[in-house]
């Protein structure tokens, strides 16, 4: 029980697991399957009940004609016996009238269905036969069974078994098969009445004739008995004479008229029976349950096939039928997959009516998805950019006070032009951070902050380096976003020149290569190793706050904010020798207002 | 492309589909009617026409029960053992499924057919040619024994002369052969001693009717014995023309015979025949070609199968089993 729940839970997985197409494959192959064995096994039954119907029926026409064919033979042998016997016999005195030639006439008129007939005395000598013939010189005529019976039962017309005609001389070696028709007659002797004979021999080749015709069609065969069961014509009656074949006559010559179904040797079949009047012969029509079922069963065979043949058009025709549902879906899947990879995926819009509108809906979708994602992305990124440009508004608090406490310092020490001087430069950093809100300045403001920044740098460090600016003529007009040099310049100052013994170099450089501009902060300071350069971009490097407290990571991701990924910055480095960051940007003259920013 | 190929595929599927019912229309209509029956071959020697009327009504039956077709050769009277070989090797290449063969000559007969190679199915009828071949026969020797016991009784009830003439023609066929040996063994033994003779012609084109008719004049015996159905009707015949020409003569012969031919019967009818052995013929022929396409089908045959065979005189001729076997019906 178990295992079979294991195979049927693991059939149930299997199929789960399978593709709609084979899913609707396999189901309609196995809904029309179930419904053709239904309607198979019905039409079988149908069938096999009209053709044991008809083959009733046509055996039962069979016999009606047989009987219809046996009667008006045998009528007609008895309107022979009938006519010899009421317009001849009685009619004539024997002894001295001649009814040979009445006899030979009516042989004559006959003789396709006669062997002979005969007149017999009751001592049983001939009174006169045709055709002319004599008997056998050791018959004793009485003791032929026709004889007897005729002698026995005056009033009664008698049909004889089946036999071979015996009574007269034969010459030409030809033999007869016969039934004898006898009757009692009254013969007129010199105006006395005494008993006789009339004989009249049916050729069997009239009987077996009608058999013949009969036997040739149809299934199973038809054969006549009297009733005694003696077989006077059977279709294979040499075969049942010569003692190798068996017949169940005996019983089928009881049964009344019907239909039976018996078993003979082994054998199941059904028998028809019909008696014949006058004589109380029986037909019998015998059809072997087997002859039926072979007919049948190449009948079935060849149902078997088509239904086989049927079964596999319809595999391939469910295929067929299954490959133009599912393909549409599948390839509307396929297109699905494109979501969120993709970011217009070319949604499939074929297939059917109901397809197509899954398809349009789901593409509707995609699209308002599309744009909401976009929004998002448009929003976060501004408030992205704020944030950084937010942080790289901020002024170091540090770098203020030093720069106030440096003015403080001066002012005591009466060197008031260098206030001035570093009071000008302040305000001019100031300036230029705030730029009125703007997050886009010119090149050459930028270029002017960061000169302010370093004239305020070089009070506080004493001269400690020296600054060289190697500017692009014309190279001030152009956009950028604004104090992306300073954080640079910070840097320089803190990591590059703050720990050199010697005097430093900061040079400042700007220029245009085709559409991109490029500023460029060298400095001859510490350097650093590629690892730690390499780092310095990445999401994960460390912020170095010293300075402005603003890395050069939010530069880097500032720029590219504003003007995509393939701008930004770039470092390189020689450690004891010099780095240099590169700024790259587009080459942009004009500054929209939007672009502008509000920032205020 | 690919949607080409789908299409060749659905084409080729139909194709294939419209093909097998069509071989299936042709099969369920046409192949049923069109289906030839396999041949087989029935050769046979033959003396006068109706010699095998009894034995060709069993294998006609054979062949309407088994849906076969027959072909008969007939040899001529004078044709030879060759001549017989040559039919069957002829009907083997005419594509014979099997051959029924009453040879004509066992010796030779045998030593031809031992030097061919048979492709089919050959049993031999009636007579016998080696043991190379099957046979389906009646017990000759047992036929020929009852033959010679019949004649025994006969002497005994009627105190005639105890002398029987064999006449000792075609004694090249073993069932003759066996036949004789059985008749002589049983006169041989006989309590009262008889006395045997035995006559065949001197030269084959002595006539057979004016050779028996000789023994007549000559031997005047009161036993004579035949052991060939052709033999019984010759001596039966030679009889009847003795008589006629010495219709006062006293002398009276009784003549056994072994045969089952509507002459024969006749002249056991009319008195010219004492006694007659029959083998039934009917069984041999249906049984031969039964057997023939059992051995083509089944690969099977039981070897010399013997039929029955019965005496039959003028008293019991129209008892009903003889007279079913002896008076063709059809």
């Known amino acids: 029980m178990n295992y079979l729940k294991n195979k049927w839970n693991k059939l149930r997985t299997y199929i789960n697991r399978r593709e709609l197409q084979f899913m609707l494959s396999v189901s309609f192959t196995l809904v029309a399957l179930v419904g053709m064995v239904f309607i198979g096994a019905f039409l079988y039954q149908s069938y096999g009940r009209a053709a044991e119907e008809m083959m009733f029926n046509d055996n039962r026409q069979l016999i009606n004609q047989v009987e219809i064919n046996l009667n008006n033979y045998l009528r007609n042998m008895m309107r022979i016996s009938d006519a010899m016997y009421y317009n001849v016999i009685k009619q004539v005195d024997m002894k001295t009238d001649d009814i040979s030639q009445e006899l030979d006439l009516l042989y004559e008129v006959n003789k396709d269905s006669l062997v002979s007939v005969a007149c017999f005395s009751e001592d049983g000598e001939l009174i006169s036969a045709a055709p002319v013939g004599s008997v056998k010189k050791n018959v004793d005529i009485t003791e032929q069974s026709w004889f007897a019976n005729a002698r026995d039962k005056m009033e009664n017309l008698h049909f004889s078994e089946l036999h071979v005609q015996n009574i007269f001389e034969n010459s030409n070696g030809r033999y007869y098969w016969v039934v004898s028709l006898s009757r009692g007659v009254e013969l007129t002797t010199e105006g006395k009445m005494s008993g006789g004979i009339l004989l009249v021999d049916m050729n069997f080749s009239g009987i077996r004739q009608i058999f013949t015709e009969i036997n040739s069609r149809g299934l199973g065969y038809v054969y006549l008995v009297n009733s005694e069961g003696e077989i006077i014509y059977h279709p294979k009656q040499n075969l049942i004479f010569s003692n190798m074949l068996k017949e169940n006559n005996k019983i089928a010559s009881q049964y009344d008229d019907g239909v039976y179904e018996e078993s003979f040797q082994g054998e199941d079949r059904t028998v028809i029976v019909k008696t014949v009047g006058y004589t109380g012969w029986k037909i019998v029509s015998v059809t072997p349950k087997k002859e039926l079922l072979q007919d049948f069963s190449s009948t079935k065979l060849m149902a078997v096939i088509i239904v086989i043949l049927a079964v596999t058009l319809m595999v391939f025709a469910n295929q067929f039928v299954a490959v133009r549902i599912a393909k549409p879906l599948k390839k509307l899947e396929n297109s699905l997959q494109g979501i969120g990879v993709d970011q217009q995926p070319d949604i499939y819009m074929g297939g059917s009516v109901e397809i197509q509108h899954l398809g349009e809906t789901i593409r509707s979708m995609v699209d308002q998805l599309q744009s909401l994602t976009d929004d998002i992305v448009r929003e976060q990124e501004e408030k992205r950019k704020s944030e950084l440009d937010a942080l790289q508004s901020q002024i170091n608090p540090h770098f203020l006070y030093n720069t106030l406490d440096s003015i403080m310092w001066m002012i005591e020490s009466e060197r008031y032009e260098d206030a001035v001087a570093m009071v000008n430069s302040l305000g001019k950093l100031l300036r230029i951070s705030l730029s009125k809100g703007k997050n886009i300045i010119t090149v050459g403001d930028e270029l002017q902050h960061a000169r302010s920044y370093l004239d305020i740098q070089k009070y506080r460090y004493k001269n400690k380096f020296t600054s060289f600016f190697d500017i692009e003529e014309g190279i001030e007009k152009y956009r950028t976003i604004k104090l992306i040099i300073q954080p640079l310049l910070e840097n320089a100052i803190y990591y590059g020149m703050e720990y050199m013994d010697g005097e430093g170099e900061i040079h400042i450089r700007a220029y245009t290569s085709g559409d991109e501009l490029f500023i460029e902060v060298e400095d001859n300071g510490l350097g650093m190793p590629q690892e730690q350069v390499e780092r310095l971009l990445t999401e994960n490097s460390e912020t170095r706050s010293k300075g402005s407290g603003i890395g050069l990571k939010n530069v880097h991701q500032r720029i590219r904010l504003y003007f995509g990924t393939e701008y930004g910055l770039e470092i390189t480095s020689e450690p004891d020798e010099k780095t240099i960051v590169r700024i790259h940007l587009p080459k942009t003259e004009e500054i929209t207002p939007e672009e502008g920013g509000n920032r205020s | ?330």
Request: charged letters at 30%; a negative charge.
């Open chain 2, 1 to 330: 492309m690919k949607k080409k190929r789908y299409q060749w595929q659905i084409g080729g599927i139909l194709l294939t589909a419209a093909v097998i019912l069509g071989g299936l229309y042709y099969y369920g209509i046409f192949a049923r009617q069109g289906g030839r029956p396999a041949v087989y071959s029935v050769i046979l020697y033959q003396n006068t026409n109706d010699e095998w009327a009894t034995f060709v009504e069993g294998t006609e039956q054979a062949e309407e029960d088994l849906d076969i077709d027959i072909n008969y050769v007939y040899l001529a009277r004078d044709d030879t053992a060759q001549e017989q070989a040559a039919a069957v090797r002829r009907e083997i290449q005419e594509g014979s499924s099997g051959i029924l063969l009453a040879p004509i000559d066992t010796e030779e007969v045998k030593k031809i057919m031992e030097s061919m190679y048979f492709t089919v199915p050959v049993l031999c009828v009636e007579t016998g040619a080696g043991d190379s071949f099957p046979v389906l026969r009646t017990d000759d020797r047992a036929m020929g024994k009852a033959m010679g016991e019949a004649i025994l009784e006969d002497m005994d009830s009627s105190g005639d002369q105890r002398r029987v003439i064999i006449l000792t023609e075609y004694m090249e066929r073993d069932s003759v052969r066996l036949r004789y040996e059985g008749l002589r063994d049983a006169l041989e033994k006989s309590k009262d001693s008889v006395l045997i003779e035995e006559r065949a012609r001197p030269h084959e084109d002595f006539g057979l009717g004016h050779f028996i008719k000789s023994v007549f004049y000559d031997d005047a015996p009161p036993y004579l014995a035949a052991l060939d159905k052709y033999m019984t009707e010759q001596a039966a015949a030679a009889w009847t023309g003795y008589r006629q020409e010495n219709e006062n003569e006293e002398f009276s012969c009784r003549i056994y015979g072994i045969g089952n031919t509507a002459r024969t019967v006749n002249e056991l009818d009319n008195e010219n025949i004492a006694a007659l052995m029959y083998q039934n013929e009917f069984n041999m022929g249906y049984q031969g070609i039964t057997y023939l396409t059992q051995k083509n089908r089944e690969k099977w045959l039981k070897n010399n199968t013997a039929v029955g065979y019965r005496i039959v005189t003028k008293e019991s001729l129209y008892e009903d089993e003889n007279e079913r076997l002896l008076f063709s019906n059809t």
